[in-house]
């Protein structure tokens, strides 16, 4: 069984990387090869969610690479399988024949993969190599159409604050082996000593907060809807943002291992989903509202992992990954037939393609909490689990309940409202989407056929149902699955309570939906832009990083590359100066030796000419100039 594990991590990470590198030359196959991966992927998810199997093998010395499928993994596995399989069928008649659909594609499985390692590690050094090709990968989508620069500076600004954040979990590797846990398994980090436990809580926790966009790192979700429509479907549904409430909910042991993780976590996921709520009821623009309202939604699984709500966590996380993946669907349909994601010249969308509408009013109004929807359900259980900790976090996720269901009315409001009347097609300002090839560079085929209506009304068709897992009898069940021994059912007073106050609110909202055309008031303009968060995050993150990769640029053409240059044309003078001795020193003596020395030669050639009486003459003249320099001597 553990060989199905290793399949299961190892098919859509080889052939995510065969169709990245072939590329344009994968041409019209990779959707196909893509989609068939997908679906042997979700295939193998079912056979391990069943056979829970384990699977070991050597890492770093005495630091093994360990995954498992347990409960909790077993839910997520199956989630983000089938997730990337109605995505990616989505996907496949997106990209032009202009697009790199290799490339695309293979992204696409390589993050989902990430993800599956992610969800099965049971090895810290596992899960953050698994984490890091998450960011990577989702760097890589967010500005997969690369020329257009403000989607390059989007992509990195998400990847910058999510590195940031990231860094928390290498701090927490470091205090957990100066705690004294040798081994960095997940199951073993509550057994490190203070005060390192509490630096590998607060490591970890950081990092969960920041790939799951909460307060006080929201602001990248917004930068992350410059990539394509099933990028955004796929991150903000079951992947990247769905991974840091999943860590906080594998790590409950470890939050309880510290007083104050635990009410800490909670507070931020409950103020996270009444804050972001806040900002989606500002919105205008109709990926920012999903985006907003997606940091809002994974405030309540959160929420629901400080205080101790494993099981109702994971229904709110299934359900939400079936929502929102939908209705960024949908949004993509819009934004590739209308050219525009803008509320107010998407009034009457719904009308234009019927069943798109009615599946995103199906996921608005499951988005909402409105009952018998999924979300109502889980958000119910959620609720009750922030009740047993604490009056104060059940009364704030009340409120965040109340908010989302005016978010997702208006959002429902605005797409069903009268078409306008006839005129000129929208423009193409900032928000808009922006044609590329004869279709959009957004979302799906302008056609609208089976292949987007069909994964499509799936999404939609599992957020309707999928909150059947918060009922009483399938809520005992998850909760012996994911081991929360500690979780229960709202009480019926709570459900009069929360689907009261959640009904009432969409009533509002749709009796005071605001009007096309209808002026914000200053408020309403600072929250749309995301509480200004993003832009201190750009004063304090990420023109500080920009600015010391500048500086470092120009350090290292001026000082280091200007050592290379000025070393080098020292070299050169050297060498022409031992040229020139070379030349006109070793040479020359070289020369001067032999010309004397053939000049030696020919006077000793003179006197050989053959006549004996000539030799001894020279001889006696020989011994003569002997004599007479003996006689000087003495």
Same mark, same amino acid.
């Given at each position: 069984?553990?060989?199905?594990?290793?399949?299961?991590?190892?098919?859509?990470?080889?052939?995510?990387?065969?169709?990245?590198?072939?590329?344009?030359?994968?041409?019209?196959?990779?959707?196909?090869?893509?989609?068939?991966?997908?679906?042997?992927?979700?295939?193998?998810?079912?056979?391990?969610?069943?056979?829970?199997?384990?699977?070991?093998?050597?890492?770093?010395?005495?630091?093994?690479?360990?995954?498992?499928? %347990?409960?909790?993994?077993? $839910?997520?596995?199956?989630?983000?399988?089938?997730?990337?399989?109605?995505?990616?069928?989505?996907?496949?008649?997106?990209?032009?024949?202009?697009?790199?659909?290799?490339?695309?594609?293979?992204?696409?499985?390589?993050?989902?993969?990430?993800?599956?390692?992610?969800?099965?590690?049971?090895?810290?050094?596992?899960?953050?190599?698994?984490?890091?090709?998450?960011?990577?990968?989702?760097?890589?989508?967010?500005?997969?159409?690369?020329?257009?620069?403000?989607?390059?500076?989007?992509?990195?600004?998400?990847?910058?604050? =999510?590195?940031?954040?990231?860094?928390?979990?290498?701090?927490?590797?470091?205090?957990?082996?100066?705690?004294?846990?040798?081994?960095?398994?997940?199951?073993?980090?509550?057994?490190?000593?203070?005060?390192?436990?509490?630096?590998?809580?607060?490591?970890?926790? /950081?990092?969960?907060?920041?790939?799951?966009?909460?307060?006080?790192?929201?602001?990248?979700?917004?930068?992350?809807?410059?990539?394509?429509?099933?990028?955004?479907?796929?991150?903000?549904?079951?992947?990247?943002?769905?991974?840091?409430? @999943?860590?906080?909910?594998?790590?409950?042991?470890?939050?309880?291992?510290?007083?104050?993780?635990?009410?800490?976590?909670?507070?931020?996921?409950?103020?996270?989903?009444?804050?972001?709520?806040?900002?989606?009821?500002?919105?205008?623009?109709?990926?920012?509202?999903?985006? /907003?309202?997606?940091?809002?939604?994974?405030?309540?699984? $959160?929420?629901?992992?400080?205080?101790?709500? =494993?099981?109702?966590?994971?229904?709110?996380?299934?359900?939400?990954?079936?929502?929102?993946?939908?209705?960024?669907?949908?949004?993509?349909?819009?934004?590739?037939?209308?050219?525009?994601?803008?509320?107010?010249?998407? =009034?009457?969308?719904?009308?234009?393609?019927?069943? $798109?509408?009615? /599946?995103?009013? $199906?996921?608005?109004?499951?988005?909402?909490?409105?009952?018998?929807?999924?979300?109502?359900?889980?958000?119910?259980?959620?609720?009750?689990?922030?009740?047993?900790?604490?009056?104060?976090? @059940?009364?704030?996720?009340?409120?965040?309940?109340?908010?989302?269901?005016?978010?997702?009315?208006?959002?429902?409001? @605005?797409?069903?409202?009268?078409?306008?009347?006839?005129?000129?097609?929208?423009?193409?300002?900032?928000?808009?989407?922006?044609?590329?090839?004869?279709?959009?560079?957004?979302?799906?085929?302008?056609?609208?056929?089976?292949?987007?209506?069909?994964?499509?009304?799936?999404?939609?068709?599992?957020?309707?149902?999928?909150?059947?897992?918060?009922?009483?009898?399938?809520?005992?069940?998850?909760?012996?699955?994911?081991? %929360?021994?500690?979780?229960?059912? +709202?009480?019926?007073?709570?459900?009069?309570?929360? =689907?009261?106050?959640?009904?009432?609110?969409?009533?509002?909202?749709?009796?005071?939906? +605001?009007?096309?055309?209808?002026?914000?008031?200053?408020?309403?303009?600072?929250?749309?832009?995301?509480?200004?968060?993003?832009?201190?995050?750009?004063?304090?993150?990420?023109?500080?990083?920009?600015?010391?990769?500048?500086?470092?640029?120009?350090? %290292?053409?001026?000082?280091?590359?200007?050592?290379?240059?000025?070393?080098?044309?020292?070299?050169?003078?050297?060498?022409?100066?031992?040229?020139?001795? %070379?030349?006109?020193?070793?040479?020359?003596?070289?020369?001067?030796?032999?010309?004397?020395?053939?000049?030696?030669?020919?006077?000793?050639?003179?006197?050989?000419?053959?006549?004996?009486?000539? @030799?001894?003459?020279?001889?006696?003249?020989?011994?003569?100039?002997?004599?007479?320099?003996?006689?000087?001597?003495?």
């Amino acid at each position: 069984m553990s060989a199905l594990l290793w399949l299961l991590i190892a098919l859509p990470l080889g052939a995510g990387a065969v169709l990245g590198v072939a590329g344009r030359a994968a041409g019209r196959a990779a959707p196909a090869v893509a989609v068939a991966v997908a679906a042997a992927v979700l295939g193998l998810a079912v056979a391990v969610a069943v056979g829970r199997p384990a699977a070991r093998a050597p890492l770093f010395a005495g630091m093994p690479a360990r995954m498992a499928v %347990d409960g909790l993994s077993a $839910v997520l596995v199956v989630t983000v399988a089938a997730v990337t399989l109605c995505v990616l069928v989505f996907a496949a008649g997106e990209c032009g024949a202009g697009e790199n659909r290799g490339r695309f594609f293979g992204l696409m499985l390589l993050f989902a993969g990430a993800m599956l390692v992610t969800v099965t590690a049971r090895t810290l050094p596992l899960l953050l190599m698994a984490w890091e090709a998450m960011g990577a990968t989702s760097w890589a989508l967010i500005g997969h159409w690369w020329r257009g620069p403000r989607r390059v500076r989007a992509a990195d600004t998400a990847f910058l604050t =999510t590195r940031a954040a990231d860094l928390g979990l290498y701090l927490a590797a470091g205090a957990a082996l100066a705690g004294g846990v040798g081994s960095l398994e997940l199951d073993a980090l509550p057994r490190a000593a203070s005060p390192w436990l509490e630096v590998t809580v607060a490591g970890v926790v /950081a990092a969960a907060l920041g790939k799951s966009a909460q307060l006080p790192f929201s602001f990248w979700l917004s930068r992350a809807m410059e990539g394509p429509s099933p990028v955004s479907a796929l991150l903000h549904s079951a992947t990247m943002v769905a991974a840091g409430a @999943y860590l906080l909910l594998r790590a409950h042991p470890l939050l309880a291992a510290v007083g104050w993780a635990g009410p800490l976590v909670a507070w931020l996921g409950a103020g996270t989903a009444l804050a972001l709520g806040l900002v989606a009821v500002a919105q205008r623009d109709l990926k920012q509202l999903l985006a /907003a309202s997606t940091a809002a939604q994974v405030g309540f699984m $959160v929420l629901a992992a400080g205080s101790g709500g =494993t099981a109702a966590g994971t229904a709110q996380l299934v359900a939400h990954a079936a929502t929102k993946s939908g209705l960024f669907l949908a949004a993509g349909v819009w934004l590739n037939t209308l050219g525009t994601r803008q509320l107010p010249e998407l =009034t009457g969308a719904a009308r234009a393609r019927p069943l $798109v509408g009615a /599946a995103f009013a $199906v996921g608005a109004l499951t988005l909402a909490g409105l009952p018998p929807l999924s979300l109502w359900a889980a958000k119910d259980t959620v609720l009750a689990a922030a009740r047993t900790e604490s009056t104060g976090l @059940y009364v704030l996720g009340l409120a965040a309940a109340a908010v989302a269901a005016v978010y997702s009315v208006k959002a429902i409001r @605005y797409v069903t409202g009268a078409p306008p009347q006839p005129g000129p097609p929208p423009g193409r300002g900032p928000g808009t989407g922006a044609r590329r090839g004869g279709g959009g560079r957004d979302g799906a085929p302008e056609g609208g056929g089976l292949g987007v209506l069909v994964p499509l009304w799936v999404l939609t068709g599992a957020a309707a149902v999928a909150g059947v897992l918060a009922l009483p009898g399938p809520a005992a069940w998850l909760r012996g699955l994911t081991g %929360d021994a500690a979780g229960r059912p +709202p009480s019926v007073p709570e459900w009069a309570v929360s =689907t009261g106050v959640v009904c009432a609110a969409a009533g509002w909202a749709w009796w005071r939906a +605001p009007r096309p055309g209808r002026a914000r008031p200053a408020p309403a303009r600072w929250a749309a832009d995301w509480l200004g968060l993003e832009r201190a995050a750009h004063l304090l993150l990420v023109r500080p990083v920009f600015g010391l990769a500048r500086a470092l640029a120009a350090f %290292d053409d001026r000082v280091v590359d200007g050592a290379v240059r000025q070393t080098g044309r020292c070299g050169l003078a050297v060498a022409r100066l031992a040229r020139r001795l %070379d030349d006109g020193g070793i040479d020359a003596a070289v020369r001067a030796l032999a010309a004397g020395a053939r000049r030696l030669g020919h006077w000793a050639r003179r006197p050989q000419t053959g006549l004996l009486h000539q @030799y001894y003459a020279q001889a006696a003249v020989g011994f003569a100039v002997l004599v007479l320099i003996a006689l000087w001597v003495r």
